[in-house]
């Protein structure tokens, strides 16, 4: 500070305005900090926080207790414990006046238990669709666990894709297997109804549509009229809300002792299913669970009659004793075409047999058996000169 300053300061300058014009402050500034200068010396002339002294706004110490409290309890129980969630939470406890979103955000926050975290924010999804009513879809997936020693274990789903009602979840031994993924549709029906569509990822007990055949999961719910619908191999954002359920129930299982068998493991998986579906409000239904939003809505119903099978088309090459894979069966079409590419067409038991343009043999299969032989009073046509596959 130069001399004429601290002297400006200490009151002994006559021409105020003149000396604010040179320093180019406002009047209002000079007086604030004479002031300051005259009670305070030097040190009065550091800049002062402009932090209010009382916050009459703020939410008192007890309330912070309790949302930090609830914290707690719901992430010891593996649930969701963010700030939406632990607003439902005390909603639901019936607590007295409940802060805002907001307000536990910045509780929490300021309690240093948030940690900001921009790189993990997910990317916004460019197209969201929900069915209109329940049973109208539902999506079906499994996944692995482990038991207490490391066997590993299959956990099979499906769930409501309108109100996200987890309508089955069951567990078994090793990999996912037909058996289980099947038993868990049958107690969701058993449940919730028989659903008009089913959506699944493209692993081979749920289709076998991309490897020529139709698999049992497929052809036991068009027997039923549901139509079964598949994800773009690679793309599991079609199948997203079951993907999404998995994260859920891994963060829940992981707050609990690893089961020890298989039974154990199914009776954790009731207490999950009881309380994703009743107990723990969802963000994309606004905070209703998913039992409130099954039962808001008329259900679809599938169609009243046996769907058609699917005509599948496959390409293979005839072995060298003169048959050709035609999934489930092996048809023999003759050794003259030993090499050859064949195109075959399946409309539920009736197969034709093409070699380019040229239909070299038509049958309908017979079920009970695997190996489809020839017709020794029809001979299997060739072309005047075949052509080996390369």
Known sequence: MDIRAATALAGQVQNVAGFCREQGISRTTFYKFRRRFLDEGLAGLQEHSRRPLTFPGQTSAEVEEV??????????AGADYGPQSIVWALQREGFGAVPSRASVWRILTRHGVIVAQPQKRPKSATKRFTFRRPNECWQSDWTGWALADGAPAAIAGSLDDHSRYLVGLRAGPGDGTNELVWSVMVAGMAECGVPAMSLADNGFVYTGKWRGFECSFEANLRALGTVTINSRPFHPQTCGKIERLWQTLKKWLRARPAPATIAELNDLLDQFREFYNHQRPHRALHGATPAEAFAATAKARPADRTLAA????????VTKHGSLFVAPYQVHVGVCWAGHLCDSVRDGEHIAIFSGAVLVRELTANPRKIYQPGDKRIRTRRTPAPKPAP
Not at 67 to 76: D, F, G, I, Y
Request: without cysteine; glycine residues 0%.
């Open 310 to 317: 699917p005509v599948l088309v496959t390409r293979h090459a």
């Open 67 to 76: 949302v930090l409290r609830k914290r707690k309890q719901l992430l010891e």
